[in-house]
T-cell receptor, first 114, second 108 residues
Framework: DTGVSQDPRHKITKRGQNVTFRCDPISEHNRLYWYRQTLGQGPEFLTYFQNEAQLEKSRLLSDRFSAERPKGSFSTLEIQRTEQGDSAMYLC????????????FGEGSRLTVL | GENVEQHPSTLSVQEGDSAVIKCTYSDSASNYFPWYKQELGKRPQLIIDIRSNVGEKKDQRIAVTLNKTAKHFSLHITETQPEDSAVYFCAANEKLTFGTGTRLTIIP
């Protein structure tokens, strides 16, 4: 296991299209997080899972965003009807413990909405 | 929810000098405070963390101090080196509310 992997690394789409990102966490990690990062800002929390259960979703997240982790392993983040403001780096992270431990981040999926 | 403020936003120090970055948080229930380093184009990586039952933690040239009463914590880097140049983020609580980052530049 080489760490958290994300796919695709880059996605360019037209406004109004749907996009989906995938995250494969470190295999034994039970927690999985999604963050969004824009240039010059810190990662912004979107949602996180404990195994397959989605424990929290940011109140800032519109209903166009949905995330799943159906079998408690990989996760997907879907953005419907993309807008230019959705352009950002989408980071996935995983951790082994109850959350009060190191998060291991993936390389991120960069979304550009034209 | 938690709110984390980080200062300064940019910091330049001469190689060999010390650098200090400060963060304040709002939720007194927060009990976990990590610092992440992000080099240009790379993923954030944990460099040090502290839990609320200790006031200070040190790892070689890096130290973190926590003042729970005042709800602030700081990152201290001593004997800075060019490879310390990066963006540093503080964070608080279980699901990590991040600060806005400090771009640290080490001047050779």
């Amino acid at each position: 296991d080489t760490g958290v992997s994300q796919d695709p690394r880059h996605k360019i789409t037209k406004r109004g299209q749907n996009v989906t990102f995938r995250c494969d966490p470190i295999s034994e990690h039970n927690r999985l997080y999604w963050y969004r990062q824009t240039l010059g800002q810190g990662p912004e929390f979107l949602t996180y899972f404990q195994n397959e259960a989605q424990l929290e979703k940011s109140r800032l997240l519109s209903d166009r965003f949905s995330a799943e982790r159906p079998k408690g392993s990989f996760s997907t983040l879907e953005i419907q009807r993309t807008e230019q403001g959705d352009s950002a780096m989408y980071l996935c992270a995983s951790s082994l413990t109850d959350g009060t431990g190191e998060l291991f981040f993936g390389e991120g999926s960069r979304l550009t909405v034209l | 929810g938690e709110n984390v403020e980080q200062h300064p936003s940019t910091l330049s120090v001469q190689e060999g000098d010390s650098a200090v970055i400060k963060c304040t948080y709002s939720d007194s229930a927060s009990n976990y405070f990590p610092w992440y380093k992000q080099e240009l184009g790379k993923r954030p990586q944990l460099i040090i963390d502290i839990r609320s039952n200790v006031g200070e933690k040190k790892d070689q040239r890096i130290a973190v101090t926590l003042n729970k009463t005042a709800k602030h914590f700081s990152l201290h880097i001593t004997e800075t080196q060019p490879e310390d140049s990066a963006v540093y983020f503080c964070a608080a609580n279980e699901k990590l509310t991040f600060g806005t980052g400090t771009r640290l530049t080490i001047i050779p």
